[in-house]
């Protein structure tokens, strides 16, 4: 299959950087699952973004850069949010329904997070990704020059130097896709492919983002011959909630923003009830996420809790309705009814602020291949991502990669090999994929979490190390499943976040070290480069 541009990942950056090139590029939007099985869809917050005379870029750069623990790249930072409105606008263009208000300048309500010093916060509702996925998928579905290949996983990309071409840099020609259901694999060849694949949650045992974050897009890249940096900071959300019945369901920062306050919960005794957050730090629940999330990992280890208690009952219900009207409805399906009572909540893994090196227009090290979104490094988070700075990354990023792609040169695609299966057979037993991810994960919880130590990530980094190699073996042998490309490649981004943490030496932002408690005067990002190519042999 040919086309100019392949899209792996169909959150908001693959979906934006698809519609902007749909005019003038052949498009394959490639998803491992439905189009909205991503974590942009489960994006509770919103968008955040200069559009008020009382806010600048000035302030929104700072509150970035303070949040970034000094080591956001601040060209990057000025760059993203400089086209905050533009990408604002472009989203209203397409339809999207954003929460309005007849009062505020631009008629629309603009809420406040952690780290925010200003309301600049667009939002629809309390299900912003959910309403923007809607409304571009619509648009590229109805798209005639937009291919969609749901239910599609990437394997591998296929490079200049797997195909042993004896001129030029190493490039990108394309890579192999299996249909999950008939397991079918496809070449595709495309003078451009980028990477939006979302972030890698799913390494740890407890997470808020869906089951497709496995960080499919940073391993395949790594693989390729791909920088990545700062994977040592996996943001852990403060506010994930606590109940058997609710998988990876996430409490938006709004909640605080709009008067949440964090408390010890009844099963503390005597000191049930007690607000803890300005014992941390004095913004209390307005705090960084860093911050509130090792706050509450602290009172949580101090006094044996299982969770602590995120009250906002003393707002009205129609305030709380009306604001929040799916963790409302949500927590009331539960038996909770957040305007009498709290909300029960624990931190999650939440955002891989780290990820494969891009520059402003989602040029990687390879040639041909981009990376845009959550699976990029372009600087703008540094060493923790300020709350809806995520979504903001997606759309101005997506923008400047299309504008790039659109200006290169259609190479000619050379032969590209089919899929070698011939030396393989049937797993035998599909149990140690099982056994391997429920290993893996628990492991980079238990040793590689909110609180760290030397010995801790030196224990992760032996039994990855087995992992890894087991899983490797096992991809030599036997035929690929939709299980065992996620698992070697959640495999891969484990080893590369153990690796970045024990190589810095010091705490900062998200990455706090018992054995390191100070900070360093200089901030410096930790970059890890390939030293040969790791793509297995027989394909």
């Not at 040029?363 to 700075?389: F, I, K, M, P």
Request: net charge negative; glycine share 8%; charged share 25%.
């Amino acid at each position: 299959m040919k086309f100019d541009v392949a899209i792996v990942g169909s959150g908001l950056a693959g979906l934006s950087v698809a519609l902007r090139l749909a005019q003038s590029r052949k498009v394959v939007v490639i998803s491992k699952r439905a189009l909205r099985d991503g974590a942009s869809d489960w994006a509770q917050g919103g968008i955040a973004a200069v559009l008020d005379s009382n806010d600048s870029h000035d302030q929104h750069v700072q509150d970035t850069l303070v949040a970034g623990a000094g080591l956001c790249d601040e060209a990057a930072t000025r760059h993203i949010i400089e086209h905050g409105r533009e990408a604002i606008d472009w989203l209203i263009d397409q339809g999207v329904p954003f929460t309005r208000d007849d009062t505020a300048e631009l008629g629309f309500h603009l809420t406040r997070e952690g780290g925010h010093s200003q309301r600049r916060i667009i939002h629809a509702a309390d299900a912003t990704g959910h309403a923007v996925q809607v409304t571009l998928e619509q648009k590229v579905r109805a798209h005639p020059n937009i291919t969609l290949l749901e239910h599609h996983i990437a394997i591998d990309l296929i490079t200049s130097g797997k195909l042993a071409l004896p001129n030029g840099g190493p490039r990108c020609y394309g890579l192999y896709v299996q249909d999950v259901d008939t397991h079918k694999v496809l070449t595709i060849a495309a003078s451009q492919t980028v990477l939006a694949t979302g972030g890698a949650g799913k390494v740890y045992l407890y997470t808020t983002n869906p089951d497709t974050a496995t960080g499919d897009g940073i391993a395949m890249a790594w693989r390729a011959g791909c920088r990545v940096a700062n994977m040592e900071f996996i943001q852990f959300h403060p506010t994930c909630l606590y109940h058997p019945y609710a998988k990876s369901f996430l409490i938006t920062e709004a909640v605080r923003g709009e008067g949440g306050i964090l408390k010890l919960p009844a099963s503390a005794g005597s000191a049930a009830g007690q607000r803890f957050m300005p014992a941390h730090d004095e913004r209390a629940e307005l705090a960084p996420r860093d911050i509130v999330a090792r706050a509450i990992d602290y009172e949580m280890k101090k006094r044996g809790l299982d969770y602590v208690d995120l009250d906002i009952s003393h707002q009205s219900p129609e305030f709380l309705r009306s604001h929040f009207p799916t963790i409302y409805a949500r927590c009331l399906e539960l038996g909770i009814d957040i305007s009498k009572q709290p909300i029960p909540i624990v931190p999650a893994t939440h955002y891989t602020c780290g990820g494969i090196v891009t520059d402003l227009q989602g040029r990687t090290d390879l040639q041909g291949l981009y990376a845009v979104g959550e699976t990029a490094y372009t600087g703008l988070h540094g060493a923790n991502r300020l709350a809806s700075n995520s979504l903001l990354e997606c759309v101005v990023l997506g923008r400047s990669a299309a504008l790039d792609i659109e200006q290169q040169p259609k190479p000619k695609s050379p032969a590209l090999p089919a899929w070698d299966e011939s030396r393989v057979t049937d797993a035998d037993e599909e149990v140690v994929i099982t056994q391997n991810w429920d290993e893996l994960r628990r492991a980079m919880w238990n040793f590689v979490g909110i609180v760290r130590t030397t010995k801790r990530l030196e224990r992760a980094q032996h039994r990855i190390a087995l992992l890894k190699e087991e899983i490797d073996e096992y991809y030599s042998n036997f035929r690929i499943t939709r299980d065992l490309l996620e698992l070697r490649n959640l495999v891969e981004v484990a080893s590369l976040i153990v690796s970045s943490a024990l190589s810095r030496r010091e705490s900062r932002g998200l990455h706090y070290s018992l054995d390191y408690p100070d900070t360093l005067p200089k901030a410096l990002p930790t970059v890890l480069t390939p030293t040969r190519n790791m793509l297995p042999r027989r394909r």
